[in-house]
């Protein structure tokens, strides 16, 4: 069975740093690209970003590039985003999901919020 | 980046009321479109991908249908587990993006 189970959300003031995590199981985690979508209180789905299957190709939303970093680590089938300088308008769940177009699996989610 | 409009935003029916969304994109998209259900508190879940293609265990109730920059998904008899808000998503570039919503209640 499928699982994506995420981690290190919290809150965090303006302009501090969260790492958060995705542990991927019941499939062969370096097969596959991996994606973050995040969806702030009330409000619809964003996608963030997305990793290549051996982290050689990396592309962000707009809104988030030079301050959020997508990795992964297939020796532990986990997916990372270092996410810096943080906004108001970053309060969300974040989402990791499998693939990068047909996003099939989901995680729980992690919630952030950003407040001082 | 390509725009997705989705109408309506809500709407309210009865139950084994046939329900239809609507989601134009800004730019053609071919068959490059997706459509997941959200339930309250819960994650994203795919139903149909490339327009018309129900993944695997999504009741035949739901379908899809269109193509370039126009698309329709329908529930043909609302069932009230059915309540939920449902996107669109365009995979033609990136980045991907959803439509704004469509929030689905029981009359």
């Known amino acids: 069975e499928v699982q994506l189970v995420e981690s290190g959300g919290g809150l965090v003031q303006p302009g501090g740093s969260l790492r958060l995590s995705c542990a991927a199981s019941g499939f062969t985690f370096s097969s596959f690209w991996m994606t973050w979508v995040r969806q702030a209180p009330g409000k619809g789905l964003e996608w963030v970003a997305n990793i290549k299957q051996d982290g050689s190709e990396k592309y962000y939303v707009d809104s988030v590039k030079g301050r959020f970093t997508i990795s992964r680590d297939n020796a532990k089938n986990s997916l990372l985003l270092q996410v810096n300088s943080l906004r108001a308008e970053d309060t969300a769940v974040y989402y990791c999901a499998r693939d990068s177009t047909l996003l099939g699996y989901w995680g729980q989610g992690t919630l952030v919020t950003v407040s001082s | 980046d390509i725009q997705m409009t989705q109408s309506p935003s809500s709407l309210s029916a009865s139950v084994g009321d046939s329900v239809t969304i609507t989601c134009q994109a800004s730019q053609d998209i071919t068959k490059y479109l997706n459509w997941y259900q959200q339930k309250p508190g819960k994650a994203p879940k795919l139903l149909i991908y490339d327009v018309s293609n129900l993944e695997t265990g999504v009741p035949s109730r739901f379908s899809g249908s269109g193509s370039g920059t126009h698309f329709t998904f329908t529930i043909s008899s609302l069932q009230p587990e059915d309540i939920a808000t449902y996107y669109c998503?365009?995979?033609?570039?990136?980045?991907?993006?959803f439509g704004g919503g469509t929030k689905v209640e029981i009359k």
């Open positions: 998503q365009q995979y033609d570039n990136f980045p991907l993006t």
